[in-house]
Nanobody, 118 residues
Framework: QVQLAESGGGLVQAGGSLRLSCAASGRTFNNYRMGWFRQAPGKEREFVAV????????YYADSVNGRFTISRDKAQNAVYLQMNRLKPEDTAVYYC???????????WGQGTQVTVSS
């Protein structure tokens, strides 16, 4: 069992930056691939980024590639999402997720709101 808690959301102007954090409980943190998804009002939840168990491999949605960076700290049982050059269309609730197998996401956090003003 893994419990996830996101933090770091807020209101920022377009072009600004935010860093989201996700704290994971449990000693099996290193067994999971970690990812971020987001959901904007009236839209379906969409993939943002994922990082491998080792942290050596990452993958991003085209819409954020080159602007967002996912990372993980095994000692802190945490995963981060550094978001730069934010755009109004990045406005959404951002969710942290953990999955044991590729393409599967078994655990989800409660989400943190990110609002980008134009």
């Amino acid at each position: 069992q893994v419990q996830l808690a996101e933090s770091g959301g807020g209101l920022v102007q377009a072009g600004g930056s935010l860093r989201l954090s996700c704290a994971a409980s449990g000693r099996t943190f290193n067994n999971y691939r970690m990812g971020w998804f987001r959901q904007a009002p009236g839209k379906e939840r969409e993939f943002v980024a994922v990082i491998s168990r080792s942290g050596g491999s990452t993958y991003y949605a085209d819409s954020v590639n080159g602007r967002f960076t996912i990372s993980r700290d095994k000692a802190q049982n945490a995963v981060y999402l550094q978001m730069n050059r934010l755009k109004p269309e990045d406005t959404a609730v951002y969710y942290c997720t953990a999955g044991a197998r590729a393409g599967e996401y078994d655990y989800w956090g409660q989400g943190t709101q990110v609002t980008v003003s134009s």
